[in-house]
């Protein structure tokens, strides 16, 4: 761990029924409620990408919640990245 720069950031993809059950917007509520910044969006092939940057504790508690996500979503699994933080995102948005 870098602890030079506390900035970190993650790249998600979310796989189950995570389409037409409000996940982006629920996701995008609960990255702005933990301070972090970046986007969120629907895939083609029926997957959401989100991608996030924050400390290690804010984005450890958005991927446990995206493990579940909003009542109506069925998450299969969810593969998670290390990213390079952009620092560039002013807030948190959907795409």
Same mark, same amino acid.
Request: with cysteine; net charge positive.
């Given at each position: ?8 950031? &993650?790249?998600?993809?979310?796989? @189950?029924? #995570? ?6 917007? *629920? =996701? !995008? ?10 986007w &969120?969006r629907?895939?083609s092939? @029926?997957? #959401? ?6 400390? *290690? =504790? !804010? ?6 919640w995206?493990h579940?996500?909003p ?6 699994? #969810? ?6 933080p952009?620092g ?8």
């Amino acid at each position: 761990m870098d602890e030079k720069n506390p900035l970190k950031a &993650v790249h998600c993809k979310i796989f @189950g029924i #995570v389409q037409g059950v409000g996940f982006r917007y *629920s =996701a !995008q509520a609960e990255a702005r409620r933990l301070g972090l910044v970046g986007w &969120v969006r629907n895939c083609s092939d @029926g997957s #959401v990408e989100l991608y996030a940057e924050g400390s *290690s =504790a !804010q984005l450890r508690q958005l991927v446990v919640w995206l493990h579940h996500g909003p009542p109506g979503a069925e998450v299969e699994r #969810v593969e998670t990245k290390d990213a390079k933080p952009a620092g560039t995102f002013q807030r948190f948005s959907i795409t």
